[in-house]
Nanobody, 119 residues
């Protein structure tokens, strides 16, 4: 089992920055990949970014490339999403997820943190 708790969301003006954190507990954090997803009102949840267990490989959806950075601190059991140049269309509930169940998919999810970008 893996427990995930996000923090760092809030209200920010367009062009601003936020850093989301996701603290993990349970299975050995350094053994699995992590991802960030988001869901805006009335829309389906979408992939934002992912990072391999070692941190050597990262992946982003096109709309956030160059603005968002995913990173992880394995000794602290934490994954981060640094967001710059935020846009109103980035407004959503952001979820972290762990690919830790051996299925190849994201098996564990946090409760989400709200990010609101005002224009």
């Amino acid at each position: 089992q893996v427990q995930l708790v996000e923090s760092g969301g809030g209200l920010v003006q367009a062009g601003g920055s936020l850093r989301l954190s996701c603290a993990a507990s349970g299975r050995t954090f350094s053994s699995y990949a992590m991802g960030w997803f988001r869901q805006a009102p009335g829309k389906e949840r979408e992939f934002v970014a992912a990072i391999s267990w070692s941190g050597d490989n990262t992946y982003y959806r096109d709309s956030v490339k160059g603005r968002f950075t995913i990173s992880r601190d394995n000794p602290k059991n934490t994954v981060y999403l640094q967001m710059h140049s935020l846009k109103p269309e980035d407004t959503a509930v952001y979820y972290c997820a762990a690919n830790a169940g051996g299925t190849g998919s994201y098996d564990y999810w946090g409760q989400g943190t709200q990010v609101t970008v005002s224009s």
